[in-house]
Structures are given as structure tokens and as C-alpha cells.
């Protein structure tokens, strides 16, 4: 099955630096891979997707990278808040028509003002 | 347009004891999917279901684990016979018949004594 690994576990930064995380897949065909943000007592939000027929998709300072051959995407955030504080979650699944997702373990990611 | 709804957020069973969870998708999904998150760890599937059918149930135990979505009503994770290893965030999903992008609820915190 997908196994997907997810660096760094965590993540400190200070306002308004940019921050990177990075996952890799095992399952060359997976095809769609969203990021989800987690506030603590709260479930997981999607905040982007990207699918394997794009390289690349930004929303305002959130973009996303997908590299195929490699079997890597990346989480870029820029002029991080301290409101961006949370865990982030990456996942892959094959996108069968239904979305069985394979999560990686979680960045947790500190912005200090 | 409410979200996905979880009940309850918090449940405290003893070993032995029933834990029933239920989760109504949002209006216009029909898909609803269970994840588990046990600390510091990411999300693992669980089942899958559209109304009356179970799709995918790969990642739910055999033993003392099931799910059901009926025609009427929420769809219910039920774990017989709880044991420590059950304690967890149990978190429901839903999604459109043709989309995989997925919305969680805020989850139950499942604790068992």
C-alpha cells in the first residue's frame, strides 16, 4: 500500500519568514494530494490540493510543488502568521473515484511573533 | 451550510463497554469516511461508506469494529467490547459522489478507562 513520510515533525519559525514541508509516496499511482491544517481540539481543514497533471498551485501565500519522478510534494508558506501555528498534514491517495487518503504523521509548525 | 457534525466530542467508556460515534456529512455528500489519529501520529483509514453500502473497509478491524449509513440518519462507528488500545480521535469525512476533496468533522475523542 501508499506510505507517505512527512519532514520535518516540527517547525519553528519567526514572523514572516517562509516555511517548507516536505513529503514523499511510495505508490507511483497516487494522483491527488491535499494538505490539511489541524488547530489543536479541532479536525483537519483542507487548505490545498494538487493533482499529478499540475506541478504547481499557489493560494495567496500558500503553493504547493509536486515533483512526479521523484515522488515528492512540498507545503511552501510565505510571511507566515502566528495564526499559521498548527499541524499540517500532508496526504496521497490513488484517486479512484473515492479518496481513501494516506496521511504522513504531521509537521507541527510554530510561528513566533 | 453546516459542516461535517461529529457527536459526541468527548466519550468516556470503560473497558468492556460499547462506544458508539456517529457523524452526519454535510448537505450534499453522500461519501463518509472514518479516520483514526492516535497522538502524535497522522490519520488512518478506516472504512468507507456511501448510503446503505459499505465500499471499503480495509482499514477497520475485523473484530469489535463496525460502521453503517442508513438510508435515514448519520452514519455510526460502533466498537464493541472497548479495550485501552481504542482510545483515539475518531474523525468522520464526507464528499460529493465525484469529488475527493474531504471535509472532517471536529472529531470524538474517544477514552476508555
Known amino acids: 500500500g501508499e506510505n507517505v513520510e512527512q519532514h520535518p515533525s516540527t517547525l519553528s519559525v519567526q514572523e514572516g519568514d517562509s516555511a517548507v514541508i516536505k513529503c514523499t509516496y511510495s505508490d507511483s499511482a497516487s494522483n491527488y494530494f491535499p494538505w490539511y491544517k489541524q488547530e489543536l481540539g479541532k479536525g483537519p481543514q483542507l487548505i490545498i490540493d494538487i493533482r499529478s497533471n499540475v506541478g504547481e498551485k499557489k493560494d495567496q501565500r500558500i503553493a504547493v510543488t509536486l515533483n512526479k519522478t521523484a515522488k515528492h510534494f512540498s507545503l511552501h508558506i510565505t510571511e507566515t502568521q502566528p495564526e499559521d501555528s498548527a499541524v499540517y498534514f500532508c496526504?496521497?491517495?490513488?484517486?479512484?473515484?473515492?479518496?481513501?487518503?494516506?496521511f504522513g504523521k504531521g509537521t507541527m509548525l510554530l510561528v513566533s511573533p | 451550510n453546516a459542516g461535517v457534525m461529529q457527536n459526541p466530542r468527548h466519550l468516556v467508556r470503560r473497558r468492556g463497554q460499547e462506544a458508539r460515534l456517529r457523524c452526519s456529512p454535510m448537505k450534499g455528500h453522500s461519501h463518509v469516511y472514518w479516520y483514526r489519529q492516535l497522538p502524535e501520529e497522522g490519520l488512518k483509514f478506516m472504512v468507507y461508506?456511501?448510503?446503505?453500502?459499505?465500499?471499503?473497509e480495509s482499514g477497520m478491524p475485523k473484530e469489535r469494529f463496525s460502521a453503517e449509513f442508513p438510508k435515514e440518519g448519520p452514519s455510526i462507528l460502533r466498537i464493541q467490547q472497548v479495550v485501552r488500545g481504542d482510545s483515539a480521535a475518531y474523525f468522520c469525512a464526507s464528499s460529493t459522489r465525484t469529488d475527493e476533496k474531504l471535509f472532517f468533522g471536529s472529531g470524538t475523542q474517544l477514552s476508555v478507562l
Open positions: 496526504a496521497a491517495s490513488i484517486g479512484s473515484g473515492y479518496s481513501t487518503l494516506t
Open positions: 461508506l456511501q448510503k446503505e453500502n459499505i465500499i471499503d
